[in-house]
């Protein structure tokens, strides 16, 4: 029997010994352009490339970055204005995707009786302030030759728009679906859309230099589950919608494409050249020089150092 033992001990100790991380953790908002890697994970493209991934959805863009700084969380999505001001505090992070590019999916909703952006001259803006949400309703003002200083900008975010807007403690605010309908359905209307703003709002998803390091294989898996749901999703549109609603429980008439354009493989590697006159570099620029001119970031970050174009540039 002990000879038995010793066989079965020493035929276990020569297997090797696979190293097995946990899953990976990623946290979204729950902005149109995220929602593929609802599909990824419902279809399980994720796992089809050798990758498990505990997927959170938040409400709330603060909260969500406050975890990530807190170490909760491996990967997040954010708008790249948001990833601009975030890196600030966590310099150990880089951006590995650009998810889209909204043109007019973003949008600034309005009272009755504000019929257009010359309008809110004095009236209060809602807007999540100290993030890209500043920036967009800076250059909606700028555009009717308005400043900040000329109207009253308040800090709320996205959800919340459509009661302010009820209750007048705003008269117009930067929101979007499902938030859209809810503050439409109350009496809003669309005042302004990035449709006028193109290429100033993309949304990327970003990773921990840790992960990046220990985990590129993982990552790249990541990437590509969620391309594939990309793909799945614009050929199978109505099932794609039906995911998203039952996951996300959302409103299925709040969920549509229109407005934002859901970034591919070609358009996340052209994104990533710097001879691209629209490159992410480019575009983190006008973020950094806002953040810095209103004092939100102090530290001047070598902007290249920021992204890694490494594992979408090997993807075939």
Not at 76 to 92: E, H, K, V
Not at 164 to 192: C, D, M, V
Not at 294 to 311: A, C, E, Q, V, Y
């Amino acid at each position: 029997m002990a000879t038995i033992f010793l066989l079965l001990f020493s035929c276990h100790s020569l297997v090797p010994t696979e190293v097995k991380f946990p899953p990976l953790k990623v946290a979204c908002i729950t902005f149109v352009g995220y929602r593929p890697a609802v599909i990824a994970q419902e279809k399980q493209f994720f796992k089809a490339q050798g990758i498990n991934v505990d997927l959170s959805y938040v409400d709330f863009a603060q909260l969500q970055q406050a975890d990530f700084s807190a170490g909760r969380y491996d990967g997040i999505g954010l708008t790249l204005g948001d990833f601009m001001l975030l890196s600030a505090t966590n310099p150990d992070m880089q951006t590995v995707m650009v998810v889209d590019e909204t043109n007019g999916a973003d949008v600034v909703v309005a009272q009755p009786d504000v019929k257009t952006v010359a309008d809110l001259k004095s009236k209060k803006i809602g807007a999540n302030l100290g993030s890209f949400s500043e920036v967009f309703v800076t250059e909606m003002l700028k555009q009717a030759n308005l400043t900040s200083d000329d109207v009253n900008l308040v800090k709320f975010d996205a959800l919340e728009i459509p009661q302010r807007l009820k209750t007048n403690a705003i008269q117009a605010g930067h929101t979007w679906e499902p938030y859209l309908s809810e503050a439409i359905k109350l009496g809003g209307h669309i005042l302004f859309t990035s449709e006028q703003t193109p290429g100033l709002i993309l949304d990327v998803v970003a990773f921990r230099g840790e992960a990046i390091r220990n985990r590129p294989q993982d990552i790249q898996a990541f990437i590509q589950g969620w391309l594939q749901a990309l793909n799945y999703w614009k050929s199978h549109l109505q099932e794609g919608n039906e995911i998203v609603s039952k996951t996300l429980n959302i409103p299925i008439e709040t969920i549509s494409l229109k407005g934002v354009n859901l970034t591919d493989l070609r358009e996340n590697k052209n994104f990533f050249q710097s001879s691209n006159p629209h490159s992410i570099y480019n575009t983190a620029q006008i973020y950094l020089d806002f953040f810095i001119k209103t004092g939100n970031i102090t530290r001047f970050p070598d902007i290249k150092s920021l992204f890694n174009s490494s594992l979408i540039n090997a993807i075939s």
